[in-house]
């Protein structure tokens, strides 16, 4: 069985390759380089055993799409394609708009034409805003987000939604919490082109030197420390989400939505201590303003996907911290 991964050479498609190459599929990744190499298909290959086909393309162009199903003729598409930064997306939304939006376009109208009806899709917890309760269910209606990086995420659930609601799609929404960590090897990991602007990134780069101190955005959130809660997940057991989604979604039909996450927040602080504590390392810090848009608090009801998927988290928040700090060791993150 075929799997289409599109954003596949990024830092969650590529632990995804990988997860999807031991479980005996195989993969076609598409992917156009922009924030990531061509050489990750080359560390794919030695983590796993097995080579992904690769496809150097630009998503929204609807002839390359078009050519690459009539040639690999996938049976399934995972798609992750699409620009991330949040801060940027403030700053340009039409780019952010029209990358995203046109190539989940593009893509599903390449599905349709070629008969390709399953689809797994990387949403956000972002897409939730400012809820009252907490933890977050998939039944909460969704929230205005602060960002367009987050109503790019919301429109496509949209989009999704309506187009499976039609008959021929069968699809699942993902939604994922804090990704962090990297694969055991060091090979592939989480490399940000510029300054980070996540948590674990940026105490990484701290870490080895990359960076003098970390800024923590606010300490006067009404939490226990009051810093910022989020519930960290490692891009390992994340990547066996999306596995455990495929196979979910051979024997459905409709849409389902799955928060992926580990149902515990942990604050900055206490994310500080870890990382020191595991890795044997002082992280320097400042207290600094709070950053506009961040929410106090955000955590995963996370026991849908394991009734419905039978999947939850096996790495712990030590795991999270020493797989980072390894992978920027060796020059991966
Ligand atoms: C951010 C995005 C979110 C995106 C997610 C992807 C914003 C406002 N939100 O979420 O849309 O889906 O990344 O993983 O950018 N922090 C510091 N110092 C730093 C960086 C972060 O103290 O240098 C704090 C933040 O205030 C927050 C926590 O660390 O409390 C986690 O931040 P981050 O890793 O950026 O993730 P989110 O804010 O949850």
Known sequence: MNVLLTGGTGYIGSHIAVELLNSGYDVTIADDFSNSSPEVAGYITKISGKSPIVYELDATDNASVDAMFRECLPNAVIHLAGFKAVGESVFAPLKYY????????????????????????????????????????????????????GSTKQIIERIITDTSANGWLSSVILRYFNPVGA??????????????????????????????????????????????????????????????????????????????????????????????????????????PRRPGDLPESYADATKAEKMLGWKTELTIEDMCRDSYAAARLGTS
Request: aromatic share 8%; proline share 5%.
């Open 98 to 149: 029209r990358n995203n939006l046109d190539c989940t376009l593009t893509l599903l109208e390449a599905m349709e034409r070629h008969g390709v009806w399953r689809l797994i899709f990387s949403s956000s917890a972002t897409v939730y805003g400012n809820q009252e309760r907490l933890p977050y269910t998939e039944d909460m209606q969704t929230r205005e987000c602060s960002n367009p990086y």
């Open 183 to 288: 694969h055991k090897s060091g090979l592939i990991g989480e490399s940000p082109r510029n300054e980070p602007n996540n948590l674990m990134p940026y105490i990484t780069q701290v870490a080895i030197g990359k960076l003098p101190k970390l800024k923590v955005y606010g300490n006067d959130y009404p939490t226990s420390d009051g810093t910022g809660i989020r519930d960290y997940i490692h891009v390992v057991d994340l990547a066996k989400g999306h596995v455990k989604a495929l196979e979910y979604s051979l024997t459905r039909s409709g849409v389902e939505i799955f928060n992926l996450g580990t149902g515990h927040g942990y604050s900055v602080l206490e994310l500080i201590d870890i990382y020191e504590r595991v890795n044997n390392i002082k992280i320097p810090f400042v207290i600094a």
